[in-house]
């Protein structure tokens, strides 16, 4: 059966350069406990330097993928820092394709599935103020998501983002009351701050980076799973 993804990536995005990025991780580096160091090497990748433009507005960018442009294509600092936004875009964009891959593959365990999960919430896209996905949990709850990709792993996501995604989850009437397991983050970093468990107690549900990369790491079910997606949305 044919999964079809709902990704804005796939609107903005070289389709043909994400499948061939996804093959070669498969192939090469599928037996690697890394999904970071996998993530961060696919959004070098699809850099390109010609085609990127300017953006006035963002600041933030990973230092260390400032001085990777510097290397490789030997241009100034500030060039490059316009380059190393959009590589830390990328991660991002990145990271949402494969959370929205996981779960098209795991809807159905409940230790990490959310089924019917959308980037689209009834058919159309709704602007992000923390809710990066919709979907159903295990126990037939509507549940709301958020991915968040962290070059360091060993950060920890902060309620002041999740609060973010509570708050848009009941303003658009998705999450209604408290029950369990409906407020989801799916990141490949360390995981939510304590401070999250105390506010919403039940209703957060985390998948860190640890268990992600238990779970795909020299899985050539999930690797080959995740190619028969990609290549299903070409």
Same mark, same amino acid.
């Given at each position: 059966?044919?999964?079809?993804?709902t990704g804005?990536?796939?609107?903005?995005?070289?389709?043909?350069?994400?499948?061939?990025?996804? *093959? +070669?991780?498969?192939?090469?580096?599928? !037996? $690697? @406990?890394?999904?970071?160091?996998?993530?961060?090497?696919?959004?070098?990748?699809?850099?390109?330097?010609?085609?990127?433009i300017?953006?006035?507005?963002?600041?933030?960018?990973e230092?260390?993928?400032?001085?990777?442009?510097?290397?490789?294509?030997?241009?100034?600092?500030?060039?490059a820092?316009l380059?190393?936004?959009?590589?830390?875009?990328?991660?991002?964009?990145?990271?949402e394709?494969f959370?929205e891959?996981?779960?098209?593959?795991?809807?159905a365990?409940?230790?990490?599935?959310?089924?019917?999960?959308?980037f689209?919430?009834d058919?159309s896209y709704v *602007? +992000?103020?923390?809710?990066?996905g919709? !979907? $159903? @949990?295990a126990?037939?709850?509507?549940?709301?998501?958020q991915?968040?990709?962290?070059?360091n792993v060993?950060?920890?996501i902060?309620?002041?983002?999740?609060?973010?995604?509570?708050?848009?989850?009941y303003?658009?009437g998705h999450?209604?009351?408290?029950?369990?397991?409906?407020v989801?983050?799916f990141?490949?970093c360390?995981?939510?701050?304590?401070t999250?468990?105390?506010a919403?107690?039940g209703?957060?549900?985390?998948i860190?980076?640890?268990?992600?990369?238990?779970e795909?790491?020299?899985n050539?079910s999930?690797?080959k799973?995740a190619?028969?997606?990609?290549e299903?949305?070409?």
């Amino acid at each position: 059966m044919k999964y079809e993804l709902t990704g804005n990536q796939f609107n903005i995005r070289r389709q043909d350069e994400i499948l061939s990025l996804f *093959k +070669d991780f498969y192939a090469k580096h599928a !037996g $690697i @406990n890394d999904i970071t160091n996998g993530i961060r090497k696919m959004a070098r990748d699809l850099i390109d330097v010609d085609a990127i433009i300017k953006d006035s507005e963002e600041e933030y960018y990973e230092k260390e993928d400032m001085l990777y442009v510097c290397s490789k294509f030997n241009m100034t600092e500030d060039r490059a820092q316009l380059i190393a936004r959009t590589i830390d875009k990328n991660k991002g964009e990145l990271f949402e394709l494969f959370a929205e891959i996981f779960f098209a593959i795991y809807h159905a365990d409940p230790r990490y599935g959310v089924r019917e999960f959308s980037f689209k919430y009834d058919d159309s896209y709704v *602007k +992000d103020y923390g809710v990066d996905g919709y !979907g $159903i @949990n295990a126990n037939g709850d509507n549940s709301v998501v958020q991915v968040k990709f962290r070059s360091n792993v060993t950060n920890e996501i902060y309620w002041n983002d999740i609060a973010k995604t509570v708050a848009q989850g009941y303003a658009i009437g998705h999450l209604s009351n408290r029950q369990r397991d409906t407020v989801w983050l799916f990141t490949n970093c360390k995981g939510g701050y304590y401070t999250i468990k105390d506010a919403i107690s039940g209703m957060f549900h985390c998948i860190n980076g640890k268990m992600i990369d238990g779970e795909v790491a020299g899985n050539d079910s999930f690797w080959k799973s995740a190619v028969e997606i990609l290549e299903g949305n070409m």
